[in-house]
């Protein structure tokens, strides 16, 4: 198993990146380093779940050279069956921003979304922290799913992504 990632660390690397290159990159957090931001300190992952505008492979092989492990992409929507929810680009919070990069991770309610479109245990803690920090309600996410529901492919895992919602939206009221 990879070493833990800390999102200090990958900003640092991120900076090297674009020093180096001296080209732009903008980087959208998606996974773990989202949910450090979100001030979940005791959030261990293993490698970087992002979306980038850039030189992705470029990127890619930098990270494997100093052993981060990363799992990137043009389209973070494109990652499940289920789409974004509309506008998440927009939404996003900026983390760090200069001449050349710009950092950014999920709005808060994107990135329940996007952890309820896996919907493992570990997700679903993960959703619960981001919820309950920043007051999300059963309404926001009820309204993120059916938008993103809305925006997604006809296909039999909206109905698997459907329960998985409600299912959460229990424990949200459990925990409440």
Do not use: C
Request: charged letters at 25%; hydrophobic letters at 45%; aromatic letters at 6%.
């Amino acid at each position: 198993m990879s070493p833990p990632v800390a999102l200090d660390r990958v900003i640092a690397l991120l900076k090297d990146f674009v020093r180096d290159r001296q080209r732009p990159l903008e980087i959208l957090l998606a996974g773990g380093l989202a949910l450090q931001h979100y001030g979940m300190q005791n959030r261990i992952t293993v490698d970087v779940d992002a979306e980038v505008r850039g030189d992705l492979e470029g990127l890619l092989n930098f990270l494997r050279a100093h052993q981060v492990p990363a799992d990137l992409g043009e389209n973070i929507s494109g990652w499940s069956v289920v789409a974004m929810p509309p506008g998440y680009r927009d939404r996003a919070v900026t983390i760090h921003q200069d001449a050349l990069l710009t950092i950014k991770a999920l709005a808060p309610t994107d990135l329940v979304i996007a952890k309820l479109r896996r919907f493992t245990e570990e997700d679903i803690e993960d959703a619960l922290f981001v919820a309950t920090k920043h007051k999300i309600t059963v309404q926001d996410v009820e309204q993120a799913a059916e938008e993103a529901v809305r925006h997604s492919i006809k296909d039999t895992a909206l109905f698997l992504f459907q329960g998985n919602v409600r299912l959460f939206i229990e424990r949200m009221r459990k925990e409440a």
